[in-house]
């Protein structure tokens, strides 16, 4: 295949055309390669999104140390599942993926102030369509950033709103007293409250958060098969707040749609605990706290019957810095 696309790109040289037209038809020669060597082996395909993603999400750097690198292998394949192991400085994991446990897209939120930079997020490229001679000037930015900004950015986020009429329990908009939608005349989303049009950058943090669920649920970007994943919801929120988030995601599982979250809040945690109880959903919901190993590595432990240990973690920071007269002492507790 190498050698019969380097007689093509000869061929083109030789051409009696304009530098620029060589160059579109190296581009077309280069993207036909790759649909040339796919396959109809699924597990090969996986490997190569795989692939994709780790480039685009840590714009091919997987380690601080330029010797360190992932390595994927295709461990077996047959109609329905594929076996893959990734391996890095030394230590494996195993994945499997079945045709009946796809997924048909996921969304990832790291941080709902993204949307004031939209116009710039949008401009961006993933590791993968930033052409290298172009990095220079195109910044780059990983995948789910990008996904986030399209989705935000999409008509479908403001023009539908039938999906919030279809589960009358998950409304965000008596929360925040308003709503997001798109304004054609500055092309812009804004925030209308009222008689007030307020743009993003204006608006506040915890609002942008509620912001950010209102146009996922309207464009319909959340549903049975489509999860949401969701960075450490309560930054941006007071305490009452990350209570309301809280209520909302819980009322947004009950319906069907799943969702991943990570917490350093008690608020949070706590809130989460006390409406999957409410809704009757505490049976499906699963806790994991993450715990560093000896060996720099981080292994998820199951601790859905005893969240205790995860409170008591979480309070240690503030335990120890309660005791204001033993400060005043000079007490070293």
Known sequence: MEEYIKQKEIAVEQLETTPRVKSLMKD???????????????????????????????????????????????????????????????????????????LEDITYVESPLYLHILDSLMFAGTYREVDKKRRSIVPMIPYHIKDFAQKMNSPRSYFSQQSLSNDKSIQTNEIIGGSFSYDENRRSIIFRKKEMSILPINVASGIKSFGVLQMLLDGEYIDANRPLIWDEPENHLHPEWQVEFAKVLVQMYKSGKPIIITTHSPYFLQAIRYFSAKEKAEDFVTYYMAQPTEDGFVEMEDVTNDLNKVFKKLAAPLTGVMNIDAARQGIDL
């Open 28 to 102: 077309d020669l280069y993207r036909i390669s790759i649909c040339m060597t796919e396959t109809n082996n699924r597990a090969a395909k996986l490997y190569t999104e795989f692939q994709y993603l780790l480039e685009s999400e840590f714009l091919n750097q997987f380690s601080g140390r330029e010797d360190e690198q992932i390595f994927i292998d295709i461990l077996a394949e047959n109609k329905q599942t594929s076996y893959f192991r990734f391996t890095s400085n030394g230590k494996s994991a195993e994945a499997r993926c079945e045709d009946e446990e796809s």
